[in-house]
């Protein structure tokens, strides 16, 4: 039987494409299945079609930044269970305020170790979905 993370579907979205490819190579080392895009108008493109568990989002990008995207996946009805996660140089104040506002789950700056960003996954996306099933069953 498999581990719960080999279940689990990721988008990584970086516009810097090492850092982008590194963490979707170690997502899948880890168990994920993930998928990596570099700008904010293909990861809204992409998670339609894919509908991942999770994305994990930098928020300094350019055209669409991070936050805006968090938004709108937020805002689409298949991402009810949906985790966003930033990961992101920024750690200050108003850049936590921005991502709680945009309704990310986590605000994580990096370097961020691998073997706790797999954790922290795994744990949101089960979290998220158990009190989704709540609700639910609430109604």
Known sequence: MGSV???L???????HRDTANSLGI????FGY?????????????IAE???PDAVILDLSMPGMNGDEVGRRLRAQPWAENLSIVALTALGDAEARRRTTEAGFDL????????????RL????V??????????????
Do not use: M, W
């Not at 170690?26 to 080392?29: G, K, R, S, V």
């Open 5 to 7: 993370e080999s279940f």
């Open 9 to 15: 579907r990721i988008l990584c979205v970086d516009d």
């Open 26 to 29: 170690l997502l899948h080392i």
């Open 33 to 45: 299945e993930a998928r990596i895009c570099y700008d904010g108008e293909s990861a809204l493109k």
């Open 49 to 51: 079609a894919y509908q």
């Open 107 to 118: 605000h994580l700056v990096k370097p961020t170790a691998p073997d706790a960003l797999a």
């Open 121 to 124: 996954l795994t744990d949101l």
């Open 126 to 139: 089960i979290l998220r979905g158990n009190a989704a099933n709540a609700r639910r069953l609430q109604a």
